[in-house]
Protein backbone atom coordinates (compact mmCIF):
# COMPACT_ATOMS: atom_id res chain seq x y z
CA UNK A 1 0.00 0.00 0.00
CA UNK A 2 1.25 3.53 -1.25
CA UNK A 3 0.26 5.82 1.10
CA UNK A 4 -0.97 9.50 -0.36
CA UNK A 5 1.18 12.28 -0.48
CA UNK A 6 -0.64 15.48 -0.75
CA UNK A 7 -0.98 17.84 -3.40
CA UNK A 8 1.16 20.82 -3.09
CA UNK A 9 -1.64 23.61 -4.30
CA UNK A 10 -3.97 22.08 -2.21
CA UNK A 11 -1.83 22.27 1.35
CA UNK A 12 -1.10 25.89 0.03
CA UNK A 13 -4.67 27.08 -0.07
CA UNK A 14 -5.40 25.10 3.31
CA UNK A 15 -2.73 26.98 4.86
CA UNK A 16 -3.59 30.08 3.13
CA UNK A 17 -7.28 29.58 4.45
CA UNK A 18 -6.42 29.59 7.90
CA UNK A 19 -3.84 31.77 8.51
CA UNK A 20 -5.38 35.31 9.96
CA UNK A 21 -4.42 38.13 8.28
CA UNK A 22 -4.32 41.96 9.54
CA UNK A 23 -7.22 43.57 8.84
CA UNK A 24 -7.15 46.63 6.58
CA UNK A 25 -7.26 50.58 7.45
CA UNK A 26 -10.72 50.69 5.44
CA UNK A 27 -11.81 47.50 7.26
CA UNK A 28 -10.76 48.78 10.77
CA UNK A 29 -12.78 52.21 10.21
CA UNK A 30 -15.73 50.25 8.99
CA UNK A 31 -15.87 47.94 12.02
CA UNK A 32 -15.29 51.00 14.31
CA UNK A 33 -18.40 52.97 12.19
CA UNK A 34 -20.74 49.89 12.27
CA UNK A 35 -20.07 50.03 16.67
CA UNK A 36 -20.49 53.68 16.69
CA UNK A 37 -24.11 53.57 14.97
CA UNK A 38 -25.38 50.81 16.31
CA UNK A 39 -24.23 52.75 20.08
CA UNK A 40 -25.49 55.64 18.76
CA UNK A 41 -29.07 53.77 17.97
CA UNK A 42 -29.28 52.03 21.25
CA UNK A 43 -28.61 55.17 22.84
CA UNK A 44 -31.00 57.30 21.26
CA UNK A 45 -33.54 54.50 21.74
CA UNK A 46 -32.97 54.60 25.57
CA UNK A 47 -32.72 58.66 25.61
CA UNK A 48 -36.20 59.06 23.90
CA UNK A 49 -37.82 56.45 26.01
CA UNK A 50 -36.80 58.13 29.13
CA UNK A 51 -37.55 61.35 28.03
CA UNK A 52 -40.90 60.34 26.73
CA UNK A 53 -41.87 58.42 29.95
CA UNK A 54 -40.74 61.40 31.97
CA UNK A 55 -43.36 64.23 30.31
CA UNK A 56 -45.79 61.79 29.99
CA UNK A 57 -46.18 61.59 26.30
CA UNK A 58 -46.35 57.80 25.58
CA UNK A 59 -44.29 57.82 22.21
CA UNK A 60 -43.52 54.21 20.86
CA UNK A 61 -40.22 53.66 19.05
CA UNK A 62 -39.87 51.88 15.91
CA UNK A 63 -36.13 51.72 14.36
CA UNK A 64 -35.43 49.87 10.80
CA UNK A 65 -32.28 47.95 11.58
CA UNK A 66 -30.91 46.75 8.07
CA UNK A 67 -28.86 43.42 7.31
CA UNK A 68 -26.99 42.20 10.40
CA UNK A 69 -28.38 45.02 12.49
CA UNK A 70 -26.34 47.10 11.02
CA UNK A 71 -26.95 50.72 9.23
CA UNK A 72 -30.20 50.98 6.98
CA UNK A 73 -30.61 53.06 3.90
CA UNK A 74 -33.27 55.35 3.96
CA UNK A 75 -33.15 59.51 6.12
CA UNK A 76 -35.72 57.96 8.89
CA UNK A 77 -33.78 56.05 11.52
CA UNK A 78 -36.62 55.84 14.40
CA UNK A 79 -40.06 56.56 13.89
CA UNK A 80 -42.27 57.21 17.41
CA UNK A 81 -45.63 56.67 17.34
CA UNK A 82 -48.68 57.62 19.63
CA UNK A 83 -52.07 57.92 20.07
CA UNK A 84 -53.49 61.41 18.70
CA UNK A 85 -54.11 63.68 22.03
CA UNK A 86 -56.82 65.95 20.15
CA UNK A 87 -59.03 65.61 17.02
CA UNK A 88 -58.68 68.10 14.42
CA UNK A 89 -62.22 69.74 13.20
CA UNK A 90 -63.42 68.81 10.18
CA UNK A 91 -66.30 66.67 8.56
CA UNK A 92 -64.89 64.12 7.29
CA UNK A 93 -63.66 63.26 11.19
CA UNK A 94 -66.57 63.30 12.80
CA UNK A 95 -66.76 60.07 13.93
CA UNK A 96 -63.34 59.38 15.15
CA UNK A 97 -63.62 59.51 18.80
CA UNK A 98 -60.43 60.76 21.24
CA UNK A 99 -57.25 58.79 20.59
CA UNK A 100 -58.24 57.19 17.04
CA UNK A 101 -55.57 59.12 15.21
CA UNK A 102 -51.72 59.12 15.57
CA UNK A 103 -48.96 61.18 15.91
CA UNK A 104 -45.60 60.72 14.09
CA UNK A 105 -42.21 61.66 14.99
CA UNK A 106 -39.08 61.32 12.46
CA UNK A 107 -35.46 60.58 14.27
CA UNK A 108 -32.29 61.09 12.47
CA UNK A 109 -29.61 59.57 14.55
CA UNK A 110 -25.84 60.43 13.92
CA UNK A 111 -22.78 59.05 16.05
CA UNK A 112 -19.27 59.82 16.34
CA UNK A 113 -18.03 62.23 13.78
CA UNK A 114 -20.45 61.89 11.16
CA UNK A 115 -21.27 65.33 9.83
CA UNK A 116 -24.82 67.68 10.75
CA UNK A 117 -27.24 66.30 7.67
CA UNK A 118 -26.74 68.95 4.75
CA UNK A 119 -29.51 70.71 2.74
CA UNK A 120 -30.38 67.76 0.91
CA UNK A 121 -30.90 65.90 3.95
CA UNK A 122 -32.80 68.11 5.06
CA UNK A 123 -34.96 68.63 2.22
CA UNK A 124 -35.43 65.18 2.39
CA UNK A 125 -36.57 64.67 5.92
CA UNK A 126 -38.89 67.80 5.17
CA UNK A 127 -40.33 65.76 2.51
CA UNK A 128 -41.27 62.31 4.39
CA UNK A 129 -42.57 64.49 7.49
CA UNK A 130 -44.87 66.40 4.86
CA UNK A 131 -45.59 63.00 3.07
CA UNK A 132 -47.13 61.50 6.34
CA UNK A 133 -47.87 64.90 8.61
CA UNK A 134 -45.25 64.18 11.34
CA UNK A 135 -45.58 66.97 14.20
CA UNK A 136 -41.88 66.97 14.58
CA UNK A 137 -38.66 65.91 13.50
CA UNK A 138 -35.69 65.34 15.51
CA UNK A 139 -32.02 64.58 15.17
CA UNK A 140 -30.29 63.14 17.62
CA UNK A 141 -26.46 63.18 18.03
CA UNK A 142 -23.93 61.13 20.10
CA UNK A 143 -20.18 61.02 20.33
CA UNK A 144 -17.52 59.31 22.71
CA UNK A 145 -15.86 62.81 22.97
CA UNK A 146 -17.23 64.64 26.16
CA UNK A 147 -16.14 67.80 24.41
CA UNK A 148 -19.16 67.41 22.06
CA UNK A 149 -22.77 67.41 23.36
CA UNK A 150 -24.92 64.67 23.23
CA UNK A 151 -28.82 64.86 22.90
CA UNK A 152 -31.72 66.34 20.65
CA UNK A 153 -31.98 68.77 18.17
CA UNK A 154 -35.99 69.71 16.75
CA UNK A 155 -35.72 70.94 12.79
CA UNK A 156 -37.52 74.58 12.69
CA UNK A 157 -39.46 74.01 9.37
CA UNK A 158 -39.86 77.91 8.82
CA UNK A 159 -35.97 77.56 8.82
CA UNK A 160 -34.69 74.35 7.82
CA UNK A 161 -32.33 74.04 10.51
CA UNK A 162 -31.68 71.57 13.41
CA UNK A 163 -31.90 74.01 16.98
CA UNK A 164 -30.18 73.87 20.27
CA UNK A 165 -29.84 70.64 22.06
CA UNK A 166 -33.02 70.31 23.77
CA UNK A 167 -33.13 71.48 27.83
CA UNK A 168 -37.06 70.97 28.08
CA UNK A 169 -37.90 67.19 27.01
CA UNK A 170 -41.49 68.19 27.70
CA UNK A 171 -42.50 70.22 24.72
CA UNK A 172 -40.87 67.57 22.48
CA UNK A 173 -42.00 64.65 24.14
CA UNK A 174 -44.99 65.89 26.88
CA UNK A 175 -48.57 65.37 25.77
CA UNK A 176 -49.33 68.38 23.84
CA UNK A 177 -46.84 69.38 21.47
CA UNK A 178 -44.55 72.63 21.41
CA UNK A 179 -45.22 73.11 17.88
Known amino acids: MTEAVPDDSTHDIEATM ?3 TE ?5 VAAKKAIKTAKTALTL ?3 HLARESNK ?9 FPGPNGRESAGIVDILGVRKKWDLLPGAELQKLKHLDLFDFML ?5 GSAPMPN ?3 IERLELVADHYNACTVLLYQWSENVNQATGFRVLNRDTHQFGELVT ?9 LGG
Open 55 to 63: HGGRWQWVD
Open 18 to 20: TEK
Open 119 to 121: ADD
Open 44 to 46: AKA
Open 23 to 27: PTAGQ
Open 168 to 176: DGSTVFGKV
Open 107 to 111: IQVKG
